[in-house]
T-cell receptor, first 114, second 115 residues
C-alpha cells in the first residue's frame, strides 16, 4: 500500500501562477522527499526535508513539513510550462538501521498552461 | 541526465514468457533498487541490491528476481509473466544503503507490455 497520498490528483494552472501540492503519510519518518516525473519517464529528485525541519527552499520550490499532522506540501512559484509533470512525495521507513526502500504516493499531475 | 541507463526502452511479451531488463548505474554506486510503476500510480519497491547481494525486498513474488554485477550493471528478471506485470520498470542507483538520505538517481525506465 502507498505510504503517502498526494492531493490533488490533478492540478491545472496558468503560467506564472503558483502550484501547491500536498502529501500525507501514515507512519513516522526520518525525512520526506519530493520527486518529479516527466510523462512516464524516470524520476528526478527535487528536494529532501528532514523530520526536524519545518520548511526548506530550493530555487522556485518551497517544501513544508508538519510531522504532527503527518503532512507535507510542495509549492512551485511562478510556474512555467516546463514544470508540467507528475510530482511524487516519498518516504523511507527505517527498519533495522538503514532504510532500504522509498515508498511513494500516487502523485499529483501538474499541467501548466502557456 | 542522471547517468543511469536502462534497456530496452520498450518491450512487448506474451503471458507466460520470461523477460530480462537491464540497468547501468553510475560508476561507484554500490546500491541499485528496482521499482514497478503501474499506469497512474507511484512506483512500488521491488527489491534492492547492495554489492551484488539482495538487501531488501518489497511485496513481490519470487518470480521477480535480480542480479547485480561488479561493473555497476544489474538485471531484473521476471518469470511466468502475467498481464498485471505490464508497467514501467525503474531502476535507481545510489552511493550507499540509506535511501532516506542518499540521493537516488533514476533511469528512464523500461515500459513492459504483457499481452
Amino acid at each position: 500500500s502507498q505510504q503517502g497520498e498526494e492531493d490533488p490528483q490533478a492540478l491545472s494552472i496558468q503560467e506564472g501562477e503558483n502550484a501547491t501540492m500536498n502529501c500525507s503519510y501514515k507512519t513516522s519518518i526520518n525525512n520526506l522527499q519530493w520527486y518529479r516525473q516527466n510523462s512516464g519517464r524516470g524520476l528526478v529528485h527535487l528536494i529532501l526535508i528532514r523530520s526536524n525541519e519545518r520548511e526548506k527552499h530550493s530555487g522556485r520550490l518551497r517544501v513544508t513539513l508538519d510531522t504532527s499532522k503527518k503532512s507535507s506540501s510542495l509549492l512551485i512559484t511562478a510556474s512555467r510550462a516546463a514544470d508540467t509533470a507528475s510530482y511524487f512525495c516519498a518516504t523511507a521507513l527505517v527498519r533495522g538501521g538503514s532504510a532500504r526502500q522509498l515508498t511513494f504516493g500516487s502523485g499529483t499531475q501538474l499541467t501548466v498552461l502557456p | 541526465e542522471t547517468g543511469v541507463t536502462q534497456s530496452p526502452t520498450h518491450l512487448i511479451k506474451t503471458r507466460g514468457q520470461q523477460v530480462t531488463l537491464r540497468c547501468s548505474s553510475q560508476s561507484g554506486h554500490n546500491t541499485v533498487s528496482w521499482y514497478q510503476q503501474a499506469l497512474g500510480q507511484g512506483p512500488q519497491f521491488i527489491f534492492q541490491y547492495y554489492r551484488e547481494e539482495e538487501n531488501g525486498r518489497g511485496n513481490f513474488p519470487p518470480r521477480f528476481s535480480g542480479l547485480q554485477f561488479p561493473n555497476y550493471s544489474s538485471e531484473l528478471n521476471v518469470n511466468a509473466l502475467e498481464l498485471d506485470d505490464s508497467a514501467l520498470y525503474l531502476c535507481a542507483s545510489s552511493l550507499g544503503l540509506a535511501v532516506s538520505t542518499d540521493t537516488q538517481y533514476f533511469g528512464p525506465g523500461t515500459r513492459l507490455t504483457v499481452l
